[in-house]
């Protein structure tokens, strides 16, 4: 720690720091472009200047750049400074002589860093009146919008998607003062991460197409703290909403998870939200045909259902919230309640909380995975499965630049000395997959096998690490590969093992393990990262429910009620085997969007999407998230019957004369006192009973306007807001709605913003230091953490003769409800098989003929891709595409030339 004197005030601070970030983290406020927490410092908008002095004694000082100063102790500055404060404003004004006089038209008014920083400085009016540069805008995909004549040059946007994302498509163009930030000629934006560019940019120059196409204002949309429900990770996200339709999504500050960073697939696929199609009224099939029904005519139809004498099945989900599902199995039993996924994925989650769980290895956060100085990438490409882990990964490998920096004495801060010193240096990355990644280009070592060769080499490293784990035969190069990935991670630091479900195989999960168990024997800081299906799969995996397989071969034994929790089953099993099945059972479907399953159901309860429900859910490290309501359907149509899952389960419960569930509360205290592995899901997030100075906590900004207008259509008078019995969060903009005096939970904080601060930038003022914990600490609580010891897996897996199935999965396009958004469907690939070539060649298939695929009882024509990279005798199937049915990694597959 260093103290350092600002003003006449003496402060203590993190001697690391440079005093741009001293003083935010002190809660001053200094102008400022250029600089970014998780981009460092380059000093190039000369706009955070402040006025050094020597001493106390010293009256003269001068100007320096704040960001590019360290906080080194006894340091003497002036904020307040006149010559500083002018100096501050005239960089203002010479960055307004370009740019546009747009503000009211802007999509980033009233969300603008740059409006913030020119308040702040106090600049008013501009005196330029002549012509100003101007420049073309470009294409740049279905999520990004262009307009260059905002931009002032920070290099923030280059800096981010090069160096931090790893893209290679956007750069800087020109000379002189025109400076052109775009691609080499339109076209769609490749990275995964280009969305985070409309955050990055101080201006208006990246901005969020989709949230063009029904732009509202910040100040006039509501908000809530919710949990993106697209992969396992639970990055934390702010959605807005605005006449009854989520408008845009922005990230929201996690210091473990997702930092100040989504992916494309999190931020840009809610579309299944606003989907007109969506089922929003309980319906009820006669004589083929939907029927709609009111609510309560809809729970009594279910009671009258389910009061019957047929046998109940419930089959859950792991989309669905741990309330949602705990709701289910009250309601038919813990002995009827059943795990909605088949049996090879409830294995491989059961397998993946069993490692977390009774293992001696933690769970890496992806803070940790940042830091990591050696990893081990086992199977898993994490760009298709958990997209932020595969941005964590890249800067684990960047985390040679901070080493390097460190040895010649200059801080990691300092970006274009640390870029210098480090050059193209990289920890050591080692990724062994059936197929090839984006991470390659970064890797040490990229190294393709089968699923049998990926078991053997992993089993191999544990050896080299730990004689007592079991050997397997290898040839000479795998050895000597396994012996360097192994050498390399017992000198680590901070050591990291990743792998998962991709693959299908849990002798590769068993093997991956092994590592590490090995590794924490003589590495104590070792961790591990395992990459689940989907949002709530280890909180589905916590019931310890049977899989689907078992659920259905029970439906098929006798005529049965079946309740589906937002599940569509044809994702999960073949047409045959659910016809067969539910054939002559009464379905009943919970769910919020149309699907194979509640096309088949003989009653549809409409259930709420994330952004219209509360629930819980456990993220791939085992933490528990609350995810909240952003706002409530009935208020703009009280003949909308969208409610949560589980409240509809409460409602049938009373009705078939049972208690019922008064609010959210109350279902998370059945649950934690029914099953102690979910004991500690209510420390999540404070309850609905928590306020701050004697009231809730606002949804949305205090200047939210037009809120009579958002039911002009309704009725001319304004009701009363909702009000919100399931949490300490209120709608609309009453409550409390304030940064200063109280300190708001993380949990409960909706979006970002701060008197003087309305743009992204506003998170430094909810965190205890900048780039660090939230004030209070990071939301979640976890369920589970690591033992002290386990043994060793078995980790075999037979080499399979004839060609087996290798899932592969797509950023676009796999995950179920974000492939519903109209702009990812944009980014999402055509179906296809992937082959070996020397396979192909043995079968006289050609790249991108029309190949016949027998798999099971289907029968697909798709586009051939003949890969070098794929091992011989596996079949690369797309997880979720169009056209793609229901697959079982390791299932054999016959192809053909030929359609």
Not at 9 to 38: K, M, R
Not at 113 to 138: A, E, I, P
Not at 715 to 729: C, I
Request: with cysteine.
């Amino acid at each position: 720690m260093a103290k350092i004197h600002i003003d006449g005030n003496t402060h203590e601070v993190n001697g690391a720091d440079n005093l741009l970030q001293a003083c935010l983290s002190l809660g001053l406020d200094i102008s400022y472009f250029c600089w970014h927490p998780a981009l460092g410092s380059v000093g190039s908008c000369r706009q955070c200047a402040v006025k050094q002095y020597k001493d106390a004694d010293d009256k003269n000082g001068r100007i320096v750049m704040s960001c590019m100063t360290p906080a080194s102790d006894g340091t003497y500055i002036s904020i307040a400074d006149e010559e500083a404060k002018d100096f501050r404003e005239a960089m203002v004004a010479l960055l307004m002589t370009n740019h546009p006089h747009d503000c009211p038209v802007c999509e980033e008014g009233g969300h603008c860093h740059l409006q913030d920083m020119t308040v702040m400085t106090g600049h008013h009016s501009r005196d330029y009146r002549f012509t100003k540069r101007t420049h073309n805008n470009q294409y740049l995909g279905p999520f990004i919008g262009h307009e260059m004549n905002r931009c002032i040059s920070c290099y923030r946007c280059v800096r981010y998607y090069k160096d931090y994302a790893g893209g290679k498509d956007l750069g800087v163009f020109g000379s002189a003062s025109r400076v052109y930030f775009g691609r080499a000629e339109d076209g769609v934006l490749e990275s995964e991460f280009s969305g985070n560019l409309t955050e990055i940019c101080p201006t208006g120059v990246f901005t969020d197409k989709t949230h063009s196409e029904h732009y509202t204002r910040k100040w006039d949309m509501q908000f809530a703290p919710a949990i993106c429900t697209g992969c396992a990770v639970g990055c934390n996200i702010s959605p807005g909403e605005r006449y009854g339709e989520v408008r845009r999504i922005e990230n929201r500050y996690h210091g473990e998870i997702n930092g100040y960073f989504l992916c494309d697939r999190g931020r840009f696929g809610y579309g299944h939200v606003n989907s007109e199609d969506r089922p929003r009224h309980a319906l009820i099939k006669r004589e083929g045909k939907w029927l709609a029904l009111s609510k309560p005519d809809a729970i009594a139809q279910a009671a009258a259902v389910l009061g019957g004498h047929k046998p109940l099945i419930g089959i859950g989900s792991p989309r669905a919230s741990l309330e949602a599902n705990f709701a289910l199995r009250a309601l038919v039993g813990a002995e009827n309640f059943y795990a909605g996924v088949s049996a090879q994925d409830a294995a491989l989650s059961a397998l993946c909380l069993k490692v977390l769980r009774d293992g001696p290895v933690p769970a890496a956060t992806i803070k940790r995975i940042e830091k990591s100085d050696a990893v081990f990438v086992l199977g898993e490409d994490t760009l298709g499965t958990a997209a932020r882990v595969a941005l964590a990964l890249r800067q684990a490998a960047r985390g040679m630049l901070a080493t390097m920096s460190a040895e010649k004495r200059v801080p990691e801060w300092q970006a274009n000395s640390a870029n210098d010193i480090a050059q193209h240096a990289l920890n050591p990355l080692f990724i062994a997959t059936p197929v090839a990644t984006k991470l390659d280009e970064i890797a040490a070592v990229a190294h393709r096998a089968s699923v049998a060769g990926l078991v053997a080499l992993a089993q191999t490293v544990a050896h080299a690490l730990d004689a007592s784990a079991r050997a397997v035969k290898v040839d000479a190069d795998t050895a000597a590969l396994a012996q360097r990935i192994a050498d390399t991670l017992r000198a680590a630091k901070k050591p990291l093992i990743v792998s998962g479900t991709a693959c299908g195989s849990t002798a590769l999960i068993e093997a991956a393990a092994n590592v590490a168990f090995a590794l924490q024997k003589v590495n104590a800081a070792t961790a591990i990262t395992l990459a689940i299906p989907e949002a709530n799969s280890f909180g589905l995996a916590l019931f310890n429910a049977p899989a689907l397989d078992a659920a259905l071969a029970k439906a098929a034994q006798a005529p049965s009620v079946v309740l589906v929790l937002e599940n569509d089953l044809s994702r999960r099993a073949t047409a045959t085997v659910l016809d067969e099945s539910l054939s002559k059972c009464t379905v009943i479907a919970l769910d919020h969007q149309q699907t194979a399953t509640t096309a088949t159901s003989a009653l549809l309860l409409p259930a709420a999407s994330f952004a219209e429900g509360d629930g819980t859910f456990v993220n791939f490290e085992g933490r528990a998230q609350r995810s909240f309501q952003t706002y409530d359907p009935a208020y703009y149509d009280r003949h909308v019957a969208t409610q949560e899952s589980w409240r509809w389960i409460s409602e049938v419960r009373v009705a078939l004369g049972q208690p019922a569930w008064a609010n959210l509360d109350a279902v998370i205290a059945d649950a934690e006192a029914s099953l102690p592995v979910l004991k500690g899901i209510a420390a999540a997030a404070p309850d609905a009973s928590f306020r701050l100075q004697g009231a809730k906590l606002a949804r949305a900004p205090q200047r939210q306007s037009g809120r009579t207008a958002a039911r002009a259509n309704v009725f001319v008078h304004e009701p009363r807001a909702t009000q919100d019995a399931d949490s300490a969060l209120a709608f609309s903009m009453e409550g409390v709605n304030s940064t200063h005096a109280v300190t708001r939970p993380a949990a409960l904080i909706p979006f970002a913003w701060s008197p003087g601060w309305n743009s992204p930038s506003a998170w430094n003022k909810f965190q205890s230091e900048v780039g660090g914990a939230m004030k209070g600490g990071d939301s979640g609580v976890h369920l589970f953490k690591h033992n002290g010891a386990a043994d060793y897996f078995p980790a075999q897996l037979e080499v399979a003769e004839s060609l087996t199935v290798l899932p592969m999965h797509s950023h676009f396009g796999s995950e179920e409800l974000s492939a519903k958004a109209k702009p990812i469907q944009e980014r999402i690939p055509q179906a296809y098989v992937a082959i070996n070539v020397a396979d192909a060649q043995r079968l006289g298939i050609e790249h991108q003929s029309l190949t016949r695929v027998e798999l099971g009882e289907y029968v697909l024509s798709l586009p051939a891709k003949v890969r070098v990279d794929l091992p011989q005798g596996s079949v690369g199937l797309p997880v979720g595409l169009a056209g793609i049915p229901p697959l079982t990694a390791g299932a054999s597959v016959r192809l053909s030339k030929g359609a």
